[in-house]
Structures are given as C-alpha cells and as structure tokens.
C-alpha cells in the first residue's frame, strides 16, 4: 500500500515572521479529522475522518510542534484490515463479502443495535487532571496531552447512563467540568442528562478519578419519544444552565435500523421547520429546570457564544441557521467540486450570531406583553395566555461561525468574541457585541485558518489583552503551514512559525482546506466581534520578518521509530473544532 503520509513526532518550527511574545508558555492542543483514505475504501463524509492530535508548545520564544493519530479502537481495527471496517456519521460499513454465510449473519445481528464509533475527531476535553479526545457519543479516549499518546478508552456508560454527549463541555472557577448528552436507552424513555465532573480530589490516585465522581445535575425528559433533539452545546451562567432544545432531531427508530436498511447514522437526523424550538433554564442549585415555558420559532444551532445574568434575565448569544443543511455541505462528493459548484450550489442558510433573553421575574397577569426590561435590547420576551414565553432574538451580525471568547469571561457580562468569517470562504474575525460593526480581520490570499483561539495576557487588565492563535494551511504546496499569532485587540499579525518538515499537499490536504470552511474565492479571515459602547478599528497588516526560533537540538528533536512509522498523519494542523490551552 502506497502511503504519501508525513510523520512529525516533535519539530521546532522555523522563523518567518514576528516574535513570540515572552509570556505565551504552554501548549495548544488541537483535534480534527486526518485520514479519509485507507486501503482502496474512502470515507464518504468530513467527520469521519480518523482522528489526528496535533501540539504547538510555546516556550521561550519557540514553537515546537507535534502530531500523532489517536490510536482509538477504531483506528487499530481499520489498520488492521487496511481498509475501512468501522461505520462512522457518513459512512455506513457492512460485512466483508469475503466472508462465510455465517460470519456475515453473525455481523448484521451484532450491528442490530448499534455500537458507537470511538473516532473521537471533535475536541479535547478536561475532566479533572485528565484530557480526553470526544466526538458526541459515549467513548471517549484519554490522552497524554505532552506526547498525544492514547491511553486508553472510556465508556461514558460506565459512570453515568449516557448514549450520546457533546464535546463542548463548560469549566467553572473551581476546576468543575459540566457537560450534557442524552439517554436513549431508558425505562423512562429517552432524556437529557446533565453532568457535573468534580475538580481531581488531592490525595486520589489511579485513572479516570475525576469520573468515577461523577454527579448528575438534573434530567430533563424528551418532548418526542422517538425524536430526542441533536445539540452541540449549551450555555452556562453562575446560576443557571441553558439547553435549546431545536427541532432538529434523531430519528430513534430510523438509527435503530440503520445498518439493514443501508442509512448512515448522519441520514438518523432531521429538521422539521414546521415545529417550535424550546428553551430549557435550569436552576444550577435547585438542580431542575424552572417552571416557564420559553419557546421561539424552528432553527439550527450547533454553537453558543457565550452567557450571562443581568437584571433579573438571562441573557444568551447562539449561532443560528434557518436549516439543518450545513451538514450536507461537508460530504466529500460535494466538497471536492470546484469553486464554481460550490458558489452556485450551496443550499446551507447563511449563519448568524442571534441573542436570546430570558426574563426571570414573570408577571402571569401580563400577557401580551413584553417582558424584556433591559435598557436598549432589541430581543423580546412575550407572555402567552397560557402562561408560556415566546422568544424573538436580536440579530447581532451574520455570516460567523466557531465563535471563541475570553474564557475568564464565560458566563459573565461579555464585550468581544472570536470567529470565523464565512463569506463562502471563511477568515478570522472579531466582534464588538455592543458596537455592532462588521468588526476587524485577518486575512491573507491564499490562506485557510482554523478556528480562532484566545489566549489571555498574564497581566490582563482588559477583556481583549492577549493573542489569537490559529493554524494556517494553504492550497499552494509553495506555501508552507504555520501557526499564526495574532494581537487579539486590532487582530495585527505579531508573528507566524511554519511547520519544518515538508507537508505534501495531496488529496486530502486539499479536502482539509475545502470542506474544512467550504471556500470558493481562494482567501478567508479572522474576525473580532464586540460590544455597542465601544469602538475598534485599524487594518491588520503583516509585520516584517525576523527570527521566531533558534536552531534545535540533535537531543530535542527525535526520529521517529519503525512502530512509530505508522502513525502518518495525513492532514496540516487544522480541525473543524479546537482544543484546550494548557
């Protein structure tokens, strides 16, 4: 078998632009699809591609850089065979014809309910001392987060009854992590769980302490049997938890029977625009959800923004769709076309950032009547005869997408958020929430970056002291990958550290560029986002270049072995989602 695969166990980058700032120490982990290929069979969709780890570690004005393959069980069992044996979202796997009558029955009756993928190609995610890769089902996969080494899988079901769970858990000061999924398989029927994972005890020894803790929060039942809603994420403030049940929906029954009637788990969802978008406020202390029925119209979400409480309302920033159509647009059949089919075909509704608020203090004597007091608030509250709250958001921007802010202000009052830019050809962004304006770019020809990640200045004083950091990956093999740090006030270039090694442009570095922010005009940007009392402005021009890294080591830069050989990733340091800095 041919392999054009790049094994990087641990590189310095080289300089071409800028300086590090002296105080950004630590690592940026990422995760995202890396090989779609394997012996003659391709995956069909973007998320399912084999999860690839990578590592860019800031120390002493260096940039040291690492990938490996997350050695799931689903990633042995495919090398293994040397194709392609485990289902994932997009691609539905059936027996070997090879195989005898009986192995082939004994593989549709094992496949009769299905058994999750552990290709965890989302995000990585922290549960105590311990990191561990995540997609949306019950497996995850620890991890070292210094070497990427896997060590080894865990069944959320062990801990708690779950099926599926998102990757985009919420940290609180303590060290607390607090995520969702849903029970499917319950005497109760099927139900939203929330979960709290309890800071590492000091004194506890052993793997998966911070789990074995595990606590649920409050269960929310499902409004449809047979229909639990899909959701990527949630909102967190001090005191409350937000869940936007949408109309987007598992068909439970359809998921059931997938594998004999030849349906991808991806096909199991659907979007019925006919029908309302529930808004779940559940009391953090009280551990339930609060008696009011908030509801707005049918829409797609995959992201929150960000959350807070003021004035007695709960306030809350989600990116939007009009339809469930996003997903059908990363399939590999359609991402591979050219630009022209792209621009002339995409059906996907154009994303925006929409702000919800939820009043707390409710009159039932007044309805009809706008219930939103916060001074200057374009979002509405209206109370129906029946007690219930029909919500209609304010539209803050559009065309944004993978939103990231200031963590240490997550949950509170907020003025800037991070993005990506989607003109059909997606740039990194940022946002003044109180202004209102298109905000500030980064943008270069040629260039593809990756979801914007904020890290704070050790001496912050400001909302917006620190950099952005995002790697950037180009159609043109002349044009070398790099990791771009940004000043995350007016997103001005500070400096950029390439990957070393040659990175061979194939097929599917193509693919990670295309379907990864679906571009059609050869170019995209960062954005900033922020608030209506303040303004931001400037051009982001790239800075001179100068040396951002001395020469390595013999001793700090080691060869990969003949074992190690087999871990080629097949795809530049770019990922749908993003993971932690640590």
């Known amino acids: 078998m041919q392999r054009s695969f790049l094994y990087l166990l641990m590189s310095r980058s ?9 105080w950004l120490q630590g690592t940026l982990l990422r995760n995202g699809p890396g090989m779609f290929t394997l012996g003659g069979t391709t995956y069909n969709h973007w998320f399912d591609g084999m999860a690839l780890l990578h590592s860019f570690t800031f120390k002493d004005g260096e940039v040291y850089y690492r ?11 495919n090398m293994a065979a040397n194709r392609i044996i485990v289902s994932e979202f997009g691609t539905m796997i059936y027996p070997d014809p090879c195989k005898n009558i009986f192995s082939r029955v004994f593989s549709h009756l094992s496949n009769a309910i299905s058994d999750f993928t552990d290709n965890n190609l989302i995000n990585i995610i922290q549960y105590g001392k311990d990191y561990y890769t995540s997609s949306e089902v019950n497996y995850i996969n620890q991890i070292d987060p210094e070497s990427l080494q896997t060590i080894g899988r865990v069944n959320y079901r062990n801990h708690i009854a779950l099926n599926l769970a998102t990757a985009h858990p919420h940290y609180d000061k ?30 506890e020894a052993g793997r998966n302490v911070a789990l074995k803790n595990i606590q649920e929060v409050c269960s929310i039942p499902c409004r449809s049997k047979y229909y639990p809603s899909y959701f990527h994420s949630f909102g967190l403030t001090e005191n409350f938890i937000i869940f936007v049940e949408q109309p987007f ?8 029977t997938a594998y004999f009637r030849g349906v991808t788990w991806g096909r199991c969802l659907r979007f019925d625009k006919e029908d309302i978008t529930l808004i779940h406020l559940i009391d953090r202390r009280k551990g339930k959800a609060v008696s009011t029925k908030f509801y707005t119209d049918a829409l797609v979400m995959f992201h929150h923004v960000n959350a807070y409480e003021e004035e007695q309302h709960v306030v809350f920033d989600i990116i939007t769709y ?60 209206v109370q129906q005869e029946d007690g219930s709250v ?14 990231r802010i200031n963590y240490k202000f997550n949950g509170k009052k907020y003025r800037y958020f991070y993005s990506l830019k989607v003109k059909w050809s997606p740039c990194p962004n940022k946002v003044n929430i109180f202004i209102r304006k298109g905000g500030l770019e980064w943008t270069e020809e040629d260039y593809y970056p990756s979801e914007p990640v904020f890290v704070a200045a050790p001496d912050a004083k400001e909302e917006d002291d620190g950099v952005i950091l995002s790697s950037v990956i180009s159609q043109n ?5 790099f990791l ?38 050869g170019h995209r940007s960062l954005t900033r986002h922020t608030g209506r009392k303040a303004g931001g402005g400037g051009d982001t021009p790239r800075t001179g270049r100068q040396s951002i890294a001395r020469h390595p080591k013999r001793d700090s830069n080691p060869k990969p072995t003949k074992e190690e050989d087999k871990d080629q990733p097949t795809a530049p340091p770019l990922s749908f989602d993003s993971g932690p800095f640590i």
Not at 14 to 22: K, S, T
């Open 14 to 22: 080289r300089a071409l632009a800028g300086c590090v700032p002296d």
């Open 67 to 77: 990938s490996k393959f997350l050695q799931s069980d689903t990633y042995k069992k």
């Open 174 to 203: 303590e060290g607390n992590t607090y995520n969702m999924g849903t029970s499917i398989v319950n005497l109760r029927g099927p139900n939203y769980v929330i979960f709290k994972v309890p800071a590492h005890a000091s004194g």
């Open 249 to 256: 929906k598992l068909d439970i029954l359809k998921l059931a």
């Open 322 to 381: 009009k339809d469930s159509k996003l997903y059908d647009m990363f399939y590999l059949h359609n991402i591979t076309e050219d630009n022209h089919f792209i621009q002339t075909n995409k059906t996907s509704s154009r994303p925006a950032c929409q702000r919800f608020i939820l009043p707390l203090n409710i009159d039932k004597d007044l309805s009809g009547t706008n219930l939103v007091k916060l001074e200057g608030s374009r979002a509405s509250a």
């Open 390 to 403: 029909y919500c209609t958001p304010d539209t803050l921007c559009e065309g944004v997408e993978l939103p």
């Open 477 to 481: 093999p002349e044009k070398p990958p």
């Open 484 to 521: 771009l740090i940004l000043d995350a006030k007016n997103l001005k270039e500070i400096a950029r550290a390439t990957i070393s090694e040659t990175m061979k442009l194939s097929f599917l570095l193509a693919l990670t560029v295309r379907s990864n922010h679906s571009p059609h005009t």
